[in-house]
């Protein structure tokens, strides 16, 4: 799992010691309210750490999650997916906790995550969506240079109820 780092974060492997930090935002219900998983339960949690351990270790794949930490504390996650090889596609996305909004980190994590995404893995278009009533994530995804394309209704379906969803796109 190679590191990316830029002037403030460093996003890394996750390590089975990260399990309070990470539980305690995917287990908030604000940071869960715009996303289609959680509030996670310590069972939840357990899991996702453990299949990102596991993922961690694998020299061929086609989807990196890291652990975006600030001072050394994991403050959230930012991932990366091939989509498609064939066609050079991927897909990316983001959750910090609470604690970290409205400092600009999501804005860093993401661009150096896109900046992965297109020279390292050679994507052509990186897409991601985000909740027309997010305007933080949407403001994110703008500042990294990703452009707005469609709306596309009831697209998601999120504790239960059809949600639309905004999709952006860069394409190198």
Request: include cysteine; proline fraction near 2%.
């Amino acid at each position: 799992m190679p590191e990316l780092t830029t002037e403030r974060l460093v996003l890394r492997a996750f390590t089975a010691e990260d399990f309070e930090a990470v539980h305690a935002y995917a287990a908030d219900p604000e940071v869960c309210r715009h996303v289609s998983w959680g509030p996670n339960t310590v069972e939840q949690t357990r899991t996702f750490l453990e299949e990102m351990v596991t993922a961690g270790g694998q020299e061929d794949r086609s989807s990196f999650t890291w652990a975006v930490t600030v001072a050394g504390a994991v403050v959230g996650a930012c991932s990366v997916t091939v989509s498609s090889a064939e066609h050079r596609r991927g897909e990316m996305g983001y959750a910090l906790a609470r604690t970290a909004w409205s400092h600009g980190y999501a804005t860093e994590a993401a661009a150096v995550v896109l900046e992965f995404a297109q020279t390292r893995l050679g994507l052509a278009r990186v897409e991601a969506t985000c909740r027309p009533g997010n305007a933080a994530s949407a403001g994110v995804l703008r500042k990294i240079g990703m452009q707005q394309e469609a709306l596309m209704r009831s697209h998601l379906i999120i504790r239960g109820r059809r949600e639309d969803s905004l999709l952006f796109a860069a394409v190198s």
